[in-house]
Each structure stands twice: as structure tokens, then as C-alpha cells.
């Protein structure tokens, strides 16, 4: 199973961009995905999941102006981020379990399987 995180770029303050992560299974459908982000100098921070029946979980950081989906006939899920912001800066990454269960789906530690990452700079 691999994951490819795509989608990240230099954005200004205000702005959107949409993340996406491809996967290479032909079961993406069994698998919960999150998204995670880990800002320079800072840990590796939960973003938000999506699980096997589409329902979604947000960070309170991004609430309200980060969107998560997926595309099972595409094996992809997305980011969708809206109303950007300079403390949006990080490196995304994608990872996907299908083992997790609900209690464990914003735990980092949850996930075997991640993307390589992307670079989202946001500019005031």
C-alpha cells in the first residue's frame, strides 16, 4: 500500500487549495484516512479523517474552513482548505489504516501507512 500526497504550493492569506492523496490499493474503501500536519519547529499536529462511510472529523484549528473527502472509485481522498492562514503553514501528510477503530482515527500512532508529504506555505 502506498500513499501520494499532491496539491501543496505557496498560497496567499485568504486563499484556497485542495490537497490530495492517491492511493495504490484496490481496497481504498476499507481503509479510514487522515490528514495530519506538522508546522516547522512544531510536532506533528492532527488535521482531520474521513471514515470508511464518509463521515468526518475536523481539528478545531481548521474547522469551519477545511473540507475532507474522498473518492473511492478514484482511490483518492482530499483536502479541501479554504480561508488560509500563515499558521496553516506545514508539511502535509496523508495516512490511511484499516485497522483503526473510531476512538483511534486522530491518533498519528493509529496509521501504518503514509504519504510522503506535501509543503503548504501560506503568505501574509
Known amino acids: 500500500v502506498q500513499l501520494q500526497a499532491s496539491g501543496g504550493g505557496l498560497v496567499q492569506a485568504g486563499k484556497s487549495l485542495t490537497l490530495s492523496c492517491a492511493a495504490s490499493?484496490?481496497?481504498?474503501?476499507?481503509?479510514?484516512v487522515a490528514w495530519f500536519r506538522q508546522a516547522p519547529g512544531k510536532e506533528r499536529e492532527f488535521v482531520g479523517w474521513?471514515?470508511?462511510?464518509?463521515?468526518?472529523s475536523l481539528a478545531d484549528s481548521v474547522k469551519g474552513r477545511f473540507t475532507i473527502s474522498r473518492d473511492n472509485a478514484k482511490n483518492t481522498a482530499y483536502l479541501q482548505m479554504t480561508w488560509l492562514k500563515p499558521e496553516d503553514t506545514a508539511v502535509y501528510y496523508c495516512?490511511?489504516?484499516?485497522?483503526?477503530?473510531?476512538?483511534?482515527?486522530?491518533?498519528?500512532?493509529?496509521?501504518?501507512?503514509w504519504g510522503q508529504g506535501t509543503l503548504v506555505t501560506v503568505s501574509s
Open positions: 474521513i471514515s470508511r462511510s464518509f463521515a468526518t
Open positions: 490499493i484496490g481496497t481504498f474503501n476499507r481503509y479510514v
Open positions: 495516512a490511511a489504516s484499516q485497522r483503526a477503530i473510531l476512538s483511534e482515527y486522530a491518533n498519528q500512532n493509529a496509521y501504518y501507512t
